[in-house]
């Protein structure tokens, strides 16, 4: 895993000039990885996580509750 920290440090590496390869080898990831967090790099930007922290989940949309609170008409 790795923390929002270090993927945060990956982009601004890679806006610094730092390319793809050098990266992959600077932290021992996987070009996919680096790709992966290269793409979602607006979203990673606006994270405000704690330290350490590797994963943020996302609140189930509202929509999906209310799904969740209907009865169960088809149970068994």
């Not at 790795?2 to 993927?7: D, G, L, Q, R």
Request: charged share 35%; hydrophobic share 35%; net charge positive.
């Amino acid at each position: 895993m790795i923390t929002v920290e270090i993927k945060k440090e990956i982009i601004e590496k890679y806006k610094q000039g730092m390319q793809v390869a050098q990266t992959t080898r600077f932290y021992k990831k996987p070009t996919l990885t680096i790709c992966t967090i290269l793409k979602k790099k607006e979203e990673i930007r606006g994270l405000d996580a704690p330290k350490g922290v590797t994963r943020i989940s996302k609140l189930w949309p509202r929509v999906l509750e209310d799904v969740e609170k209907l009865p169960q008409r088809f149970s068994k």
